[in-house]
């Protein structure tokens, strides 16, 4: 079995806001921002900076990963998942997700850069299936 390659990625914080103008330092600190890499360091890493992805697409799956976490932090919502419907007499609001075909996959699909990096990394998510069984015959 092939053993997957890792590439080492360091987070440059001023190429991540060049790439996300939005998210300026009046909205989420350089601190904040560290703080984030960390959390995408252990999710999608080794903890150490390795990372399972090409050299030539880290960046882009990386950075949208961070501005994922970075829009969730800053958006002012305490709740996951989008509004799906408010009423204004009694007040009542609902959230949901997006749907996708895994837990995984709905959290990611929350924001943009989510939708993006979800989109980005289904190649690596791609697997096998193994029946096993040693008397397998079509008709049970």
């Not at 990625?9 to 350089?30: H, M, N, Q, V, W």
């Not at 921002?33 to 990372?51: K, P, V």
């Not at 075909?101 to 709905?106: A, P, R, W």
Request: aromatic residues 12%.
């Amino acid at each position: 079995m092939r053993q997957a390659t890792m590439t080492p990625f360091e987070l440059d914080i001023s190429s991540f806001r060049a790439a996300y103008p939005g998210l300026t330092e009046a909205k989420i600190s350089d601190e904040e921002l560290e703080t984030l890499w960390a959390s995408i360091m252990a999710l999608l890493g080794d903890g150490e900076g390795n990372f399972p992805y090409p050299k030539a697409t880290i960046k882009a799956i990386l950075y949208a990963a961070l501005c994922h976490l970075a829009t969730l932090h800053t958006n002012g919502m305490d709740q996951p998942g989008r509004i799906a419907s408010a009423t204004e007499g009694s007040v009542s609001t609902s959230f949901d997700f997006i749907k996708t075909n895994s837990e995984v996959g709905d959290w990611w699909m929350q924001t943009k850069c989510g939708a993006l990096f979800w989109m980005m990394t289904k190649r690596y998510r791609v697997g096998c299936r193994f029946y096993g069984g040693s008397n397998f015959h079509p008709w049970g």
